[in-house]
Each structure stands twice: as C-alpha cells, then as structure tokens.
C-alpha cells in the first residue's frame, strides 16, 4: 500500500535520529537503520508498527534505550496508534549490514584521523 510504503519511510527516518551509541564511540554516528539494527518494519491497518532489530551483540545492552526513543519517536507519528520492538539475540548482525552511505562517512573520518596523525 503506498501509504504504509510512505509511513514506513517516516518510521525509517526515525529510527535513523537514533543513534547506535557504540558508533558513537567511533566517531562516526550512526542511525538505527544504516547501523544495519533494523530487520523489518511492519505496520498493520490498524496503524500498529512492530520494528524488528537485529543487534550486534548477544550482550547489547541499549535495547532499553532503543525500545524507549524508537516508541517516542514512531509513536508520534500521525496513524500509529502502537509501537512494538522486537529484538533478536545479537548472533548474526555483520558490519556488511552497514549501509554504503555510512560505511563512506566512516571511511572518511578515519582518513582525516590519519591525515591528522
């Protein structure tokens, strides 16, 4: 449906102004989404959204914090009336599932770190 195609777009976005805090602590932020975390967005006629993640780290321990901005932040979103985040056990996330967006932004920050060694 191209309103639940336009909707997930929105919550895609939000998930993005989330950022993965060990990214963070590279340096280089990045959202949710091109961190690679998001499995599935689904949203369902009656606006209910479940987002699955994909963690890094059986021992990930930002799941709370995650669940908290993701229910904001969807949350508000005109039409969802629900937010549900569901999260695997941080056995198969690979830095492949980085986006090539972000996996650029990365690479040129560690080139200006060594530049500026």
Do not use: Y
Request: one cysteine or more; proline letters at 5%.
């Amino acid at each position: 449906m191209p309103e639940h195609d336009a909707l997930k777009q929105r919550i895609l976005s939000c998930l993005d102004e989330i950022k993965d805090p060990c990214s963070l602590a590279a340096g280089t932020p990045f959202g949710l989404n091109e961190m690679g975390i998001v499995d599935e967005v689904l949203i369902a006629d009656d606006g209910a959204v479940t987002v699955k993640l994909r963690l890094t780290s059986p021992f990930c321990h930002m799941i709370g914090f995650f669940e908290k901005e993701a229910r904001e932040r969807i949350g508000a979103l005109p039409t969802v009336t629900s937010v549900t985040l569901k999260a695997d056990n941080g056995l198969d996330w690979s830095p492949s599932r980085i986006s090539e967006a972000a996996r650029a932004r990365r690479a040129q920050h560690l080139q200006r770190m060594v530049e500026t060694a």
